[in-house]
DNA sequence: TTTAGAATTAGAATGATTCTAACTGCATTG
DNA sequence: CAATGCAGTTAGAATCATTCTAATTCTAAA
């Protein structure tokens, strides 16, 4: 965790590799890799099980527990992002562009929506002077376009 | 949990009480009403536990499982909204005006936030034709005023 | 008063996530 | 090159929130 090592991180082996992203510079080990592109991969917003799901035809070894190390280093380092959108499994995703959820209540499918204008949700509400925002989170809960044409 | 009984939901006894709210006429135990009544109260967004607490002045034999049952109940009528800001334990409130929930990630803390104009997010963001809205979550997070002065 | 259904209860069960301790392998130091 | 140390990985245990189950109590209708 200390990022404060005396091993050189700039070293890399043909076992590490790296991923720059919003000009940060990662380190990733392969496992991480994997994660990050089946991540990358996918539109659907897998959760922990999905991923060591689709990982492990390349990596038939690893284990749940490593497919959280390496999400909870990829959601600190910021290139992927956790989604809660109901009690139960977390879901990932690896849009790193401005965007919401939107939740299916019939299927439970979740799709990304983007903003069709340029818009800052926390400029709408009433926040006391002094506040700082990081980020915002949008969930949006309804019934897709599948689910609601069927009923 | 079925809604369609034969029993007279009309005739209220002593130990039966009722609440309109928003239009809707509910029937509230008397365990029922004291979780309400702690969470119209309380402006914090109390878990379970902080309910379960709170209400044990009052009725020390409540359980767990009855504050459950009570929120799931008072949840599904529409007399209190359940806000999942983060893994972790649920958060329910009362306030059933239009508002969003400021989460602040030093102390924990969890205020409302309301609109300062007339806002409906969802016209804000490109969802398919023939999507249906039925709620709209909005978190942000972020350092509060007094976490922010002190840093 | 009998009976049926709803509410309540304690505790078990479940499910997601995190923790622990042991192991592996690369990389720096001697 | 060998020794050492640390990050990464692992399986399984532990934890925590929540839901389920079965038994009990209460209320109201017959």
Redesign the interface.
């Known amino acids: 965790m200390s990022p404060s090592t005396t091993r050189s991180p700039a070293k890399a082996s043909g076992l590490d590799c790296r991923l720059a992203v919003l000009g940060a510079d990662v380190r990733l080990t392969p496992h991480r890799r994997e994660v990050f592109d089946v991540l990358a991969a996918s539109t659907d917003h897998p959760t922990a099980y999905d991923i060591l799901d689709r990982v492990k035809s390349r990596s038939p070894g690893m284990s749940l527990a490593t497919v959280y190390n390496c999400l909870e280093h990829l959601t600190s380092h910021g290139l992927i992002k956790l989604v ?4 139960g499994q ?1 879901r990932y995703c690896a849009n790193l562009h401005e965007h ?1 959820h ?1 939740h299916c ?1 019939t299927c439970g499918k979740v ?1 990304d ?5 340029d ?1 800052d ?2 400029k ?22 599948n689910c ?2 069927k009923s």
């Open positions: 809660h959108l109901e009690r977390s919401v939107f209540e799709i929506a983007h903003p069709n204008a818009f949700p926390a709408f509400w009433n926040l006391p002077a002094g506040t700082r925002v990081t980020r915002t989170d949008l969930a949006i809960h309804g019934t897709c376009q609601a044409a």
